[in-house]
């Protein structure tokens, strides 16, 4: 398998499972349970290490498809740099869901606290996590790209009626 394949493996991780880690975080929050909680900042430190992985992984993955007709290098730059903005803000999750687990296994007083700071920064990863999938979709999917460059004409379509 070729960079460009294992970052296709990987890249899903850090999106989906901050999107789940979010969703559980919230449930451990509403039930007041750390087992719940906990197993949310360790879906989100898993996740930060998937977004190493698939940064790792995308420079390779970038040299294969770059010079491909309809990828455009714009597209591709576009995807990478909303990737290392997502690649920042899941370290600091993962820094933050290491110092909620932490607070919440000692039952130190800035628990509670920590672990809304811990939610706020996983909505916001989810929220960037939905713009780098999409951007990165985009790169092979033009279908889904908003300013799809329209490369027949209507005397194309004359051409097809003859």
């Known amino acids: 398998m070729n960079e460009a394949h294992w970052h296709l493996v990987v890249n899903h991780f850090p999106v989906i499972g901050t999107i789940f880690g979010v969703g559980i975080l919230i449930a451990g929050l509403v039930l007041k349970s750390n087992a719940i909680k906990n197993t949310a900042y360790v879906l989100f430190i898993v996740a930060a290490a998937f977004a190493f992985v698939s940064m790792y992984t995308g420079e390779g993955a970038e040299e294969m498809v770059e010079d491909m007709p309809n990828i455009g290098h714009h597209v591709i730059h576009e995807h990478e740099e909303l990737a290392e ?78």
């Open 85 to 162: 903005k997502l690649a920042i803000a899941l370290y600091a999750l993962a820094f933050f869901s290491v110092v909620s687990l932490y607070t919440a296994l000692k039952n130190h007083k800035f628990a509670k606290l920590v672990s809304y700071i811990t939610l706020v920064l996983a909505i916001g990863a989810a929220v960037l996590g939905s713009f780098v999938g999409t951007s990165g979709g985009e790169i092979r999917h033009t279908e889904i790209r908003e300013n799809i460059l329209q490369t027949t004409t209507d005397s194309d379509f004359k051409k097809e009626e003859k």
